[in-house]
Each structure stands twice: as structure tokens, then as C-alpha cells.
């Protein structure tokens, strides 16, 4: 059956997997003490053109926001993101369970509008009573969105602007780094997200890797005996010769942003198709991830041979589907999908 | 100079310290287990109309909301309260702090809707990933609320009913609990919240005590090793008689609740010279908590003589403020508030 | 009945209750923002002769270790007490609730050894595996100690200098600091105290007040943001003033000092008395606690007119038992035990 | 260079890496929802010989404790282990950061006693105070041993009797579970585990897989919601399936202990070599883990040529070394190291 579910329903990349496999030919020290994981972390330095950053390798997205949220945001102070943020829905209180509330602003579209971010800061050190609120001492965007949308270079410079006015460093979660860095048209590249984010995470999991997202901080601002706080946080891999093969294969010859492009490729084909049948798509997103709002029959008729992912319902008799594409989707299974529309 | 600033600045009721003071001519055993506790306790069983209440005194309110809440809540669950609630707002996070998520649903003048906390919680389950979410645990009101309003007994029962069709116990924050029972036209008992509610608690700081409040459970529900955890909690009054005899005072001779109407008849007296002199009260509310909008020439003058508390910017021109009366405000002080306006 | 159980069993000393009735003739503002907390605390910081002490009231004594070991402790480390510590033994978890370890070395008497604390840290440090470990963060002691057993002053600068030798605080837990510093032959001052001690605490609750424990801060080190810290901790009293009240009382012409040595030459009497009599004192110790080691039928025969405290099970047919004086014991009361021994 | 550094220096048995490469052409849903996933958990069962066992899958050692211990630990509890438990001197104060405080007693070769288990809880349960302390609420061991020292099927089963007796679950951790069952002249298979541990984890990261932790949950005793505690816990792989593919390959023919046997006849000929050699072993263990106690000339002539690992300092002059097999150890690898000895 074909299906367009999500983006992490196979398990890796060929190259990937040979990486893998060729570890397999040496013994390496634990804990990412090892030349593999060193080289690869060299190669995201590398990709980065900041040869100061500090790259760490952990296992899963909501393994990484705990891990970074909780040690970059103080313990009087909570996480500011968009109420749609991964972390306030579907990360299952992960935040909260290391001690930090979660605090929330609108969402448009998945983004967040730094004015407002400034106006919640603003709010909260004129109340007379803020001693008694949680301090905001975090941000968090993720690039793309929830909804597949992206920030601009200057949408995100200027959120990162405004947390610096407040002293809170800017985290931005790139589960779907790849995918949004490499939309036609995207004004943003890694350089430009090292240079503007103060801590952000390639995300592996969903482009490419079995599993692994590489956090970068890029400030000199890594958290005080961070390998102590992953192993507190139960989140450092025995093994983590097995991530640093795996980014070390991705930050080869540009594999990472090539893959993700292609299922930014097939998304935009699908997209076309999807207005050219009249679809109504739910809003403008232009990565991997697309939201289309249909009617009960429609969804009946499509899942009979495809796959799709249930985001919410829209109304009574509608519902929002997500069609989500991958770097492992291919030109065919695009073109039996668009038959099926 | 006057004050209308809040409801706990004045130590306690005469009555309150004389009980104290005689304490202090006995011997007790430490922690709560001395004989003046398990008075007190008594009184306050009796005046519940449940022999079997099991009932605790803490010090204080944000205090009590973190130990009830974190104790009633499953750990894979957060706390619902309306948007307004003080845990969400005012507590510095102190429910975080515990481990769990504060959930939020929009309040009306400080008042949750139980129609729109069976939605949230339908919209939860319905939710084909709520497995990744924070499920919904325990519900949490206050009665009075934020906004000085208070729930009939037809409303607490009904979102008593919400909570318990989604397995939640109905905690009732009661830190004005005196001035929301002893309204005018009231419909409510002490009795009737402990029949509705799983667990409550009746607030002593703010209606007579020097400090302390009154956790009831009511269902035979109390967390299973309560002293434990409230030790764990560093909520555990060494010399617990001093609540004790606290308690003892305020409910011999219905003191706790003639006190608590003292304040409703002041803030009557003052809300009737607000309509007749023209201002525009914020809205509706009985208790003796008056949110009113002035202008800032109005500020101004009033501050001159008399402490009222700031609430929020209704506008660029527009503030609302708090005028606030207790068990200990006096006619003379009404009068001269009157005057003033 | 006599009894000679614990140190908490009376309300408070008369000037104390005399000092919050008075503060019942006024208005305060709330949450230690009052002028009373003020000028209690200005008393405190010359009873300490450290014009820029930072002090801070809370209301019990394991709600203060909670507190201060919280904040100060890094969050990849833990804290260090001899294993027979408060806060290791008799807090119900209420550190680890915070998220800390508590690291523990052996207790002489109750006592930490500066040179057994040097060679913990320095066994840390000296193990390769050390990232993967509880970084020792802070140091606790109490002064005097669970065993009534005090430290010199050159014995509390020496833990000091190690703590310090390994960039950690030291904190002075003196829940019976009072008669610690009073005892016959003491060579340490209050001033000492807070020369040598990066953070202690004047214990109230034991000494005089209804309760209550007062936080110095003697080297600018004050945690950020300390009061959302309390308050997050749930810790954060709404009628500070209560508290100012207390204190300001016990730091007027000296009371605070003078009813603890009562305390001391109350247990020096019976000490006396003991040895004279032929008891076995478990170990020397100075202060008002005196632990004595005792069989059956004397336990028998003394319970039947006096409250003594159980300690522990020294063997099959002997208890550790302890005679606890306070602040408030009478010669008579003295007289009383010194006849029934 | 040789290295008998550990037994997680090499990425995965061959046939494990192939079971990810044949995932690899299929789309699987994801957080272990799969089919594979399945197919891996029945083996499992089948193996434990306990067809209702509830199987998890996670990706570490540190991590599936911490998840473990949180969940089956009451909130006013701790986890008993020995001293030498990994939980108390490894995991960085995982199990505290989640709130739980590790209780420790004394180790014999890394072994508890039950007798020292049931002392502990008795006295704890005799202590007049005991609702101020942690209750003893979960009982950890490793099987093997930090030592290397296995339990007697009645060794264990006197372990689970004792932690019964005070109704607390008795947790085993398996991270070198392969090992430990395929000891020559072992008395205990994994069905007498599944019958004695109320829950336990077959390690995978040591013993031939990637990574991966296998729990089995042995008496209906999974904790409530445990898919969203592992979330909260940042534990849970989006792509499970790359679990349940090795965890299959490793359940299917028995080769999770065939490969786990190799270790140990590795060791068997070390330690041979080593009695041979007139080495002085630190104590006996009969496991892939050697222990000797070596002067500083033989470590720095034998580090010349193979890595070997670090345990602490015997005394000035001498070091406990670790000589580690695993199941990759192959016996040209033995004999080079016997040649160096």
C-alpha cells in the first residue's frame, strides 16, 4: 500500500546504512568519544562555517528539546514557543517533567510573529507582580513548522532580535532542517541558521538517518557539563560511534540537503496536482508537509490505497489530511498518488 | 493612609492570636499530631457535614495547590484549570515545578464552562495521538475565582460531573472560600462543596488566620502516604499545633464564616457608591474583590489616599484596579473609601 | 506531664507573640515587601556585622534546606552531607523531589571531616567516568548537628576551604544555630558564622519564634531571581510581615541568643546529673540535646512522668534515647528530671 | 590495538545489521506500532515462556532504568539498590532528577543480600519517624552484577520474596542479561527471570545489538499510560521498528545467547590464562567481565598493546583492571591477549 504518512516510515538512507555497516569493521571507544563521531562533527562544523561550534549528537526530537530546553532555560524561567509547538502538544509534557513550564504565544500558520513575542516580554516585566509569574527565558521556533511553513532570514533574525532584548537565547528545533532549507526559493541556509539561531538541531530522524538529531550550539554557549546533563536526562548512546557514521554519511558530499530536496521535489508536484484537481488546500506551505482539507468520501476514497495522516477535524464534514513526503519517496509512488487524487 | 490593597494584610483576627497565644501555655507534640490539630479537624469535619472528611492544614495557598495537585494528578497527566487560574498565572510555575503541565481552557470573568472542559477533554481523546500528549488528571477551580465571581452549586456540580466522566477528581481552590459561601443570594454551603468537590481546601490566610489553610478531602481519597509527601513537599509545619489552634478559633462559633461576611457587606456598601458615583465596574462580581476601570486622572487622585491594587491595562488610557475588603475592614474605613471616590 | 522530647513542643517565646500582636495594629504589604521584614533584616545584618548580608525569611527548616540546596546546587550535581544529614535522612526525599542527589560521607558524632570531604571530591575528580557521574556541587552541614555535637571554628573554616578548593558553597543548616553559638566555652560567634559560611540559616522554629528561619547570604551570592525561586517552591509566605515580626523580636537586645543559652545550661544541669547518677551518655556532646543510652526498665520507669525522644536501638536490650531541652525549659522543669533520673 | 576495553566497542552482529538493511525496503508506522515490532515482541514472550508478558522496547541502559524506576517507584518513594548499583554511581543522577531518591545497602561483590534487604525495610518500618523518611518503594539488581558476579536462580528468588514482603516490585536489570544466563553451571534460564523479576530488561547494546533495551513487564504490572511516560521521558524512537527488526534478529534461533555464550568462553580462557600466569584476580565472577588487580609495570607494559579498562585505584602501587569480553570477541583476539599476559 502506498502511503504518504509521514516522513519516517523507512529507515535510512542506503549510504547511511553502509555507514553503518563499515563501523561494524572496528571497535570505538563509548559515548561519542570516538574519531567517527569527531570527523562528523567536523563536517557539520564545516557545513555550518563556524569552526568554534559545538556539535552534539543525541538520539530523537523530543529527547533533543528536553535535553536543550532544560539546560538552556533557567529554573525560575519556561520556554516560550507558539501554541501549535511540538513541545506543547505532542512531546507528552516532556518539558514540564524537567521543571520548566511551557509558556505560549499565537501561532499563524505554525510561525511565530516576533512582535508579539516582544509584546508577551513586554507584558510580562510590567506586571508588578512578575516575581511571582515564570520568568521568560527561552525561545523555541522549529524550521519548518508544524505546519510545514518557514521563516524567512530576516522573520527569523528578527525573532532571534527580539529574545536577545529579553536575554533568552533562541533555540530552533530543525527536525525538518533539511526539508525547509532546501525549498525553491528559501533565502536561508545553514550558515545563515548557525548564525542567527543560539542553539538549533539537524534533524536526522526525518532525513535520512535511523535515527539522530545533531544540536549545534553556536555560540560558545553550550551548557555547563552538557555530556552530565544528557546522561542525566538518560539520553547519551552508548554507541554514539552509530550517530556520528550516520551524520558523518549525511555531511558527505552534500547528502543531507540533497535528499531533502527531493521531497520537496515531490511535494510541490503533488501540490500542483492538488490545485490543478481543484483541491482545497488548507493553507500555503512550502515544504514536505501538505495540509488539504477534504470531505469525508474524498478521505474514504483516497484511503482505500493510500496512507494519509489525520491532523483534525476541520468542521462537521471535514477534515484536515496531512500528505506528507520524504527523502525516500519516489518519482513513482508521487505518480500513483497523483492518479489516485 | 487607607488600604483596599488585598485581603491579607492585616496578621489575623483578635480571637485568632488569643488562640494562639493559649497554645503557648501547653506542651505539643510536633507535626500536626497533637491534640488541638485533631480539634480543629474535628470542627471543620462537622461544619463539612462529613465524619469521615479527612482534613490537613498547610500554610499556605500556592503551597497547598502544589501538594494537592501534584498528588491527585497521574504523573502522565497535567492539571486543567481556566486560563485565569491562579496555578497558570501567579504560582511562578509551581505546578511545573512538580512535574506536571498546567492545561488551560478560556475563562469567563475568571469561571471555567464545564461545556468547553467536555470539549477539551472529548477534542483529547478523540485525538488519534493523544498517547503523546498530556492527558487530562485532575480539574481546578477556585471558588471565589480570580475575578471575585463565584460558581452557583448547579455549576461546580456540573463540572464536578465533566471531571468524573473523564476519571478526574474536582479540586476546589478555597483560598476566599468565607467570602464566596457568605455572599448575598448565595446558593452554596460549606456542605454542599464538600458533597460536589474530591478534594478542597478553605483558605485561613485570607479570612482571619495569621496564616493556613484547610485541605478537605471528602471521598476517601487522600493520597496514599499525604504527611510523606507533603514532608517531601518542605510543607510539613514543625509546630502544626499553631494551625491547629488556628482553625479551632475559626471554627468555634461560626467565626470563620461571620468574618468572611463582614467583607461581602463592606465591598456591597462600596460597589453601590461605585454604580451611583458613575464608575464602570470591570463586570459583575459579588465577593469582596471589586475590579473597576478608571482613567489615570481618577488613579492618581484616589492614590493620593487610599492603596488599591493594580490589576491590567484596560487600554491606552484605562486601567482596572482592585479594591479589595476583608474580615478586618471597618465601616469607618468603608466611609472614608466612600468619600474619596 | 514533663517533657524533655523536642525542641518544637512550645509556641513561641512571650516578646515574639507580643511582636505579631502588635503587627496585628497595622497594614502591611505582602510577601517580606513590608518595612517590619525590613528592619528585621537590617538587625539580622548587624547581628552578623555584614552590612550587605543578604536575608531572607522562610517558614521551616526543610522547606529551607529545599530551598537553598535547590539553588545553589548545580543542576548536574548533587549535594554533600555526612550520612547521618537532615536533609539525608529525615526529609522525606525533599532534595531528590528537586532534582538533586545527596551525596553522602561518613559522620563522627554527627560531624563531617574536612579531610574525608577533600577525598571524596578528590576521588571524583580522579575518575575517568567522573562526566558520567554526580558532579559534588554544595556542601551541607548543620551547626550543631544531628548528634548536638558542634564544630570549632577552625573545623567549620577547614570544610569551608575544601568546599571551596573544589568551587563549591557551603551551606550551614542552624535549625539550632542558637545554641550552637551559645554554648559554655563556644569559640565561635554569629560573625564567624558568617564570615566562614557561603549561605546558613538562623533556625527560628527551634529558637523562640512560632516559626520561621532566616537565609544569609554573606557573599553577594544570593541566587537569581531567589524569590520567584520561592515561590515556585511553594515556600513564598503571603504575610511576610509575620515573619519580620519574629525575627525583628528575636534580634532586639540580644533575646535571640540569651533564651538559647537557657537552653544549654538547662541540659549542662542534667548532664550533670546524669553522670553523677552513673547513665551512660551515648557520646559527648554540648548542647541541648543529650543522647543517652539506656535499658528498658529505666526507659519504663522514666516514661511513666516524662516525654523523652526515642533515637535508635543501640542494641538488643539498650536504646539511644534523647533528652532535648529548649529555650522555654524551666529550672523547675529541670528539677522535675534530675529527681526522676 | 587490541581492546578489551568494554563490550560496546563494536556497531552490532552481523545479523542484526542485516535485519535493519531488509527494514530498510519497507514503510513501517511509526513508534513502535509496527508489525516488526510485533513479531519481536512475540518472540520474546515465547523466550520468557510468558504468553501475556508486555514487552517495550528502548534505546539504553541509563534510560530504560530511569523510565523503569520512575514509573513502577511510588512518588513518596525510593529504589533500594547496593551501593555499586549502576543507578547510584553511573547514571548521573538519573534516577533523582526524576525525582526519586536511590536507597542504598551494603554490596557484596556487587551482590545484595536479601537478609541486609529485609534489615533495611524492617528497620525503616521500626523507625518512629519513618513517614519523614523515604519509604523503601522498588527494589533494583543487575543480573550481572557492576562485579561481573551472577545470582542464583534462589538467590534472586530470596531477593524477590524479601521485596514482596514489603510490597515493592523487584526490578533486574539485564543489560548484560545474555551473559549472565549463559554462565557454565548457570542455574537460571530467562523463563525462571520472567518468573521471579516483576519486571526486567534484556539488554541488547552490550549483547550484539545497535543499541536497544528490551523490557518485560512479568505480572500484568505495566504502568499505566507507559507509552506516554516513556514520552515524557524523551525515550521513545519515532522509527521502533529499527528496534523490533534487531531485537527479531536476535530472538530468532536462540542467537542473542548463542553470541552472548562466546563472552563467556572468551573469559573462561582469560581467567585460565590468568590463574595460569599467577595473575591475582580481584575476586572470582564468572561472567565476560574479569577484574584483576594488577601493579602499575604489568598495566604499562600490557596498555602497550591492548586496551583494557579502568576500574578504581586497589591501593598506591596497585589498580583493579577490567579485562572485557563480549560477543564479538573473537578467540584470535583471546589468544594475542593470553600471548601479552
Known amino acids: 500500500m502506498l502511503s504518504f504518512e509521514n516522513d519516517y516510515s523507512r529507515a535510512a538512507h542506503p549510504a547511511v546504512l553502509e555507514a553503518v555497516a563499515e563501523a561494524n569493521n572496528h571497535l570505538y571507544?563509548?559515548?561519542?568519544?570516538?574519531?567517527?563521531?569527531?570527523?562528523?562533527?567536523?563536517?557539520?562544523?564545516?557545513?555550518?562555517?563556524?569552526?568554534?561550534?559545538?556539535?552534539?549528537?543525541?538520539?530523537?526530537?523530543?529527547?533533543?528539546?528536553?535535553?536543550?530546553?532544560?539546560?538552556?532555560?533557567?529554573?525560575?524561567?519556561?520556554?516560550?514557543?507558539?501554541?501549535?509547538?511540538?513541545?506543547?502538544?505532542?512531546?507528552?509534557?516532556?518539558?514540564?517533567?524537567?521543571?520548566?513550564?511551557?509558556?505560549?504565544?499565537?501561532?499563524?500558520?505554525?510561525?511565530?510573529?516576533?512582535?508579539?513575542?516582544?509584546?508577551?516580554?513586554?507584558?510580562?516585566?510590567?506586571?508588578g507582580n512578575y516575581e511571582h509569574m515564570v520568568f521568560p527565558g527561552s525561545v523555541y521556533v522549529s524550521q519548518s513548522t508544524e505546519y510545514g511553513t518557514i521563516y524567512s532570514k530576516a522573520e527569523l533574525q528578527a525573532i532571534a532580535d527580539v529574545a536577545h532584548t529579553y536575554d533568552m537565547p533562541l533555540f530552533v528545533d530543525g527536525a525538518r532542517l533539511g526539508y525547509a532549507l532546501t525549498v525553491t526559493g528559501s533565502d536561508m541556509t545553514l550558515e545563515d541558521m548557525a548564525n542567527i539561531a543560539d542553539v538549533f538541531y539537524i534533524g536526522g530522524t526525518k532525513v535520512g538517518?535511523?535515527?539522530?538529531?545533531?544540536?549545534?550550539?553556536?555560540?560558545?554557549?553550550?551548557?555547563?557539563?552538557?555530556?552530565?546533563?544528557?546522561?542525566?536526562h538518560g539520553a547519551l548512546l552508548a554507541k554514539g560511534f552509530v550517530l556520528g557514521a550516520q551524520f558523518d554519511a549525511l555531511f558527505t558530499d552534500d547528502l543531507y540537503f540533497k535528499i531533502a530536496r527531493n521531497a520537496n521535489e515531490a511535494a510541490d508536484r503533488i501540490r500542483e496536482a492538488l490545485h490543478a484537481k481543484g483541491y482545497t488546500l488548507t493553507f500555503e506551505a512550502p515544504t514536505n508537509q501538505i495540509f488539504v482539507t477534504m470531505d469525508q468520501p474524498t478521505i474514504d476514497r483516497l484511503e482505500r490505497d493510500v496512507k494519509l495522516g489525520f491532523t483534525e477535524k476541520a468542521d462537521d464534514t471535514h477534515t484536515v489530511m496531512r500528505i506528507c513526503t520524504s527523502w525516500a519517496t519516489t518519482p513513482e509512488e508521487v505518480d500513483q498518488l497523483i492518479e489516485l487524487l
Chains 1, 2, 3, 4 share one sequence.
Not at 71 to 92: F, K
Not at 97 to 118: C, Q
Open 209 to 232: 538517518a535511523l535515527f539522530g538529531e545533531a544540536i549545534v550550539f553556536t555560540k560558545h554557549n553550550t551548557p555547563k557539563h552538557f555530556l552530565t546533563r544528557i546522561k542525566q
Open 29 to 127: 571507544s563509548g559515548y561519542g568519544s570516538d574519531e567517527l563521531t569527531e570527523q562528523a562533527k567536523a563536517k557539520i562544523r564545516e557545513a555550518c562555517g563556524q569552526p568554534d561550534a559545538d556539535v552534539w549528537f543525541l538520539v530523537g526530537g523530543t529527547q533533543t528539546n528536553q535535553v536543550v530546553i532544560d539546560t538552556i532555560t533557567p529554573a525560575y524561567a519556561g520556554m516560550i514557543t507558539v501554541a501549535s509547538g511540538h513541545p506543547n502538544v505532542h512531546e507528552a509534557g516532556a518539558i514540564e517533567f524537567s521543571g520548566h513550564k511551557v509558556l505560549t504565544i499565537p501561532h499563524h500558520n505554525g510561525k511565530m510573529d516576533p512582535a508579539e513575542l516582544d509584546e508577551f516580554c513586554k507584558t510580562f516585566y510590567a506586571d
